[in-house]
């Protein structure tokens, strides 16, 4: 159950989290999580709504403090998560693209904050248009745009904004199956292309598998990790490996895990008519 990278040794993880507790007045959102993530690794999260998945990220990205005690290591020094504010780069779930930008302004808005001059900031994110997608569109503003095109406008600012550690919360939740096909395999390319580490939620159990390098499922709130899955699945990763009997095994134990979580957090939850 624990983090398997007491096991690799000698190289210290970027990040490393253990009792983690998180309330929110009388919810607790998250009771002694543990993980552990290695530099370069892509490590996806999965866990029913509510366990504290997106709490886990605030925390991470230094945007919310746990509960005191725990212990929060990155780049093998401790910290407080307050700490993390701008050295961990995250696309919070929801794409907050400003609707009055253009796309190539909503790409450089976090180097912009972060004083990077403008047009030294617009060059940079010209040359990453085309590996987005995103050539000939630099002018458009978001209500023009796909929705596929809309999560890789976010997705690119989030990648101009280089930080060792890259959190992405269900950046392909609210596509068609098709587009999050695509641009499963298309961040695959870029993330091998630009060797980020990346902690990346999702609720649909092939996109955990085919992406990551180890799948932590989560428990229901308040959240622990259950189960840490590696995958041990050859890179470059083709389509056809849905239909791999070992990515099918594989998706089994994680399935019958997040069932298992998911049918406590049912019956726990409130169903209380409202009213
Ligand atoms: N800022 C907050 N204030 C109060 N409760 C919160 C806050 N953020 C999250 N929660 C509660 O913590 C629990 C976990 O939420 P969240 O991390 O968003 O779950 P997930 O992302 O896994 O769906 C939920 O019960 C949620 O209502
Ligand atoms: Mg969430």
């Known amino acids: 159950m624990s983090a398997s990278s007491e096991k690799t040794g000698a190289v210290p993880p970027l990040l490393h989290m253990a009792g983690i507790h998180k309330t929110f007045g009388s919810v607790a959102a998250l009771r002694g999580l543990e993980v552990s993530i290695q530099a370069g690794e892509l490590v996806t999260v999965v866990g029913p ?21 725990g212990i929060l ?24 693209l400003l609707p009055w930008r253009t796309v190539i302004d909503n790409a450089i808005l976090a180097i912009e904050i972060e004083g990077t001059p403008r047009a030294e900031a617009r060059a940079q994110a010209l040359r990453m248009l085309p590996e987005f997608g995103l050539s000939g569109f630099e002018n458009q503003y978001p209500h023009q745009l796909s929705g596929g095109m809309r ?13 060792d550690l890259m959190l992405l919360d ?6 068609d199956a098709l587009t999050r096909t695509l641009m499963q395999r298309w961040l695959l390319d870029v993330w091998q292309k630009h060797r980020r580490t990346i902690l990346f939620i999702t609720h649909d159990v092939d996109e955990a598998l085919f992406l990551g390098d180890r799948v932590l499922v989560m ?16 890179r470059p990763r083709r389509p056809e ?14 399935l019958e895990a ?3 979580e998911s049918m406590k957090s049912f019956q726990a939850a409130d169903v209380r008519p409202a009213g």
């Open 49 to 69: 709504s509510g366990c504290g998945k997106s709490t886990l990220f605030n925390i991470v990205a230094g945007l919310d403090e746990p509960d005191p005690g």
């Open 73 to 96: 290591r990155f780049e093998d020094r401790s910290c407080h998560a307050s700490e993390l504010l701008g050295r961990v780069s995250f696309m919070p779930q929801r794409d907050l």
């Open 151 to 163: 999560q890789r406008v976010a997705l690119m600012r989030t990648f101009l904004f280089k930080r």
């Open 170 to 175: 269900e950046p392909f939740g609210a596509l």
């Open 219 to 234: 428990t229901a709130r308040p959240g622990a990790v259950k189960l840490v899955q590696p995958v041990d699945l050859p």
């Open 241 to 254: 490996l849905l239909t791999d009997p070992e990515f099918i095994r594989l998706k089994r134990v994680l």
């Open 258 to 260: 997040i069932e298992e």
